[in-house]
């Protein structure tokens, strides 16, 4: 890498001169605008900027941002200054801007994409692009090649609109693979091609290819809702619009009543009543630099290792790809650069990825622990081999978690398994002293200890019992439910289509309640004999799924306990494996109950959104850490596949 490189990629942007920033700016908007090559990502293109508008406001370069050279055939004189908008790069810096400027908590607001294109305005057949806000260039010559979308109308550019020129998605992914540019090459990217054919003087030869752009109207799409609700909204608004098909690299939050806004005036550059959020503020770009894979109990679940990045102030280093569909499906390899993504309290996880130069292929086809050869399950990858020690591993620190012997971890469990030869949860209640001396850091006093928890946890609710055999989707909830109706002899006996006729079982759920039951008769009958079994069965209490609260609510805590007992809820205080629900006065604290609500993946949910919930479901569903999920690749917002610190594996 030559000192240029160095000095125009590898920077530091907080720690440049105006005059640094200023000549790193405008390489880069050379490369992009000119070249149509971009050598940082929009985020580090991102950092220069603000760096510089922090010095400096009134830099011409801030002023100018995203003004792209286009091919001009003249200036116009914008009727209506179009400005640019005050950046916002986290949901805090939002309602901060809105607390400024609503009237009252209900003040409506409209959240619209912020596209990643040119913005244009389309005034008496006349196309410009923004230029300073005042006047801007026509780009006329181009009307040709746009087509306009805007309110009940998609055709050829003859009505009125401002708004940005964009490829859109799907274009991008059919059209373009076609359309070669100067020199033969097909476009890297939807924003390169915008700024591409854009810059060109004549555009015959992209006619002749058919090659097409839209101007998206600023109002098309639109979501209107209360300040009060936009923290709550948020996340799925976020999800829904990053679902349509065109390039965004953020949203715009602005005040419904325009009149109203208005009136707020303009700071030097930017309208008071709008502002545009950065996706750059919750994602990074990074190199995909391995795929590791984490074991579960049912599956592998694939963890991208990246090239460490700052997002938020917390440098992250792993973000889990969810499952091997989600790999196949977004076309990820070892070598791309991908987009990560961190928002709120949500595990870092890979948004999209682009190819890189060299790739090599993410996906395994050997389990990499005992080389069988993986079998897919729905979206998931697993090891069939009952006999795959890191898949034992996962299954029996599952086992353990269920039968309530918390303070026993993985790494004792690992060494248990590896040094004194526990298999199953039947060695761990038959372990003595003398055996857990023998693991690496046990004095006397802490082998006591763990022998007392063991002990302890002898005494044990029969749904337990259900539940730390490991069948697909029996968690401590559902085996509740099971054993309210059923005690576990009975339900050893159960036919197929009985146990089906349990409310919310099914007959998916019942056949793997039957089959394992038979392949772990002696698993089960072992444990049996080592436990003191409390049955569910005629004890009154009845097949409620518990909930617990936490954090400083508005109202007493009674107040919460009465409204759960109304939605059929059994209020408890404090946190166990079997905890249905936590309600969280503030989601993203950290907290006792917070964290070990996470740590065993139990849901959590926001007051305001269990307010607003109706009747608790009969059967909630397992909790189990890597359930395998419904839905697919599709679900960015999922948050399965929790990277785990043990059990890595790199290839
Ligand atoms: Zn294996």
Redesign the pocket.
């Known amino acids: 890498m030559s000192a240029d490189d160095d000095f125009f990629i590898n920077f530091d942007a907080k720690k440049l001169s105006e005059a640094d920033l200023g000549r790193l700016i405008e390489h880069h908007n050379r490369c992009y605008w000119e070249k149509g090559e971009q050598e940082i990502p929009d985020e580090r293109y991102d950092e220069l900027l603000r760096a510089l508008e922090k010095i400096n406001p009134e830099h011409p370069l801030v002023l100018a941002v995203h003004a792209p050279k286009v091919a001009a055939i003249g200036k116009v004189t914008h009727a209506k200054p179009m400005l640019s908008l005050n950046k916002a790069y986290s949901l805090e810096d939002v309602l901060g801007w809105a607390g400024k400027c609503i009237r009252n908590e209900d003040e409506l607001l409209l959240i619209q994409p912020k596209y990643d294109g040119i913005s244009a305005n389309f005034a008496n057949g006349v196309l410009a692009t923004r230029g300073d806000g005042e006047i801007g260039e026509n780009i006329s010559d181009k009307i040709p090649l746009i087509e306009l979308e805007t309110t009940n109308y998609k055709g050829a550019l003859k009505r009125p609109a401002r708004g940005e020129i964009v490829i859109r998605d799907d274009d991008f992914k059919t059209i373009y693979q076609n359309i070669a540019r100067k020199g033969g090459r097909a476009y890297k990217n939807s924003r390169n091609a915008v700024a591409g054919i854009m810059g060109l003087k004549d555009i015959s030869d992209m006619l002749r290819q058919k090659a097409k752009l839209t101007l998206v109207d600023y109002d098309m799409i639109s979501y209107s809702i209360p300040f009060k609700q936009l923290s709550t909204e948020w996340p799925r608004i976020i999800a829904e619009l990053e679902a349509l098909p065109y390039p965004m690299d953020g949203i715009v939050i602005k005040l419904a009543d325009s009149a109203y806004s208005d009136s707020l005036g303009n700071t030097a550059h930017h309208p008071r009543g709008q502002i545009a959020f950065k996706f750059s503020g919750i994602r990074q770009e990074s190199p995909l630099l391995n795929v590791q894979w984490s074991f579960g109990k049912n599956c592998l679940t694939p963890v991208a290792e990246i090239e460490p990045v700052d997002i938020g102030g917390i440098t992250i280093r792993h973000a889990t790809l969810h499952n091997v569909q989600n790999i196949i499906d977004r076309d990820i390899h070892i070598g791309d650069i991908v987009t990560v993504e961190r928002a709120g309290d949500v595990i870092p996880y890979i948004v999209s990825a682009k190819p890189g130069e060299h790739r090599k292929v993410a996906l395994i086809e050997r ?6 050869v ?1 079998k897919r399950s729905g979206p998931e990858l697993c ?1 069939p ?1 009952h006999d ?4 034992r591993v996962q299954r029996l620190c599952a086992s353990v978690r269920n039968i309530g012997i918390e303070r026993l971890g993985e790494p004792n469990i690992r060494r248990m398994m590896q040094v004194l030869g526990v298999r199953t949860l039947k060695d761990i209640f038959k372990l003595t002293m003398i055996d857990i001396l023998k693991l690496e850091g046990f004095k006397e006093k802490s082998a006591s200890n763990l022998l007392n928890e063991i002990k302890s946890a002898r005494s044990v609710n029969d749904f337990q019992v259900l539940a730390a055999l490991n069948i697909p989707n029996i968690g401590v909830n559902v085996a509740k439910a099971i054993l309210t109706a059923h005690t576990i002899q009975e339900l050893r006996k159960l036919s197929i289509e009985k146990l089906s006729e349990i409310n919310g079982i099914g007959p998916e759920r019942a056949g793997a309640i039957s089959r394992e039951l038979a392949a772990q008769k002696e698993i089960l009958d072992e444990l049996l004999e080592c436990v003191e079994v409390k049955q569910t069965k005629g004890t009154g209490s009845a097949n409620l799924p518990k909930i617990c609260f936490t954090g400083k609510m508005p109202e007493q805590r009674g107040y919460y306990e009465d409204l759960a007992k109304q939605k059929g809820y059994e209020a408890v205080d404090s946190v166990t494996q079997d905890l249905a629900l936590l309600v969280a006065a503030d989601v993203s604290a950290s907290g006792g109950k917070l964290d070990k609500a996470r740590k065993s993946n139990i849901k959590i949910i926001a007051l305001e959104d269990w307010l607003k919930s109706g009747k608790a479901e009969p059967i909630a569903d397992d909790p189990a850490p890597d359930s395998v999920e419904k839905s697919t690749a599709a679900s960015e917002e999922s948050s399965t596949g929790i990277p785990k610190k043990q059990g890595f594996f790199n290839f």
Request: hydrophobic residues 15%; negative net charge.
């Open positions: 389990c990499p622990c005992c080389n069988t993986l090891c081999n795959c020690f890191e898949t």
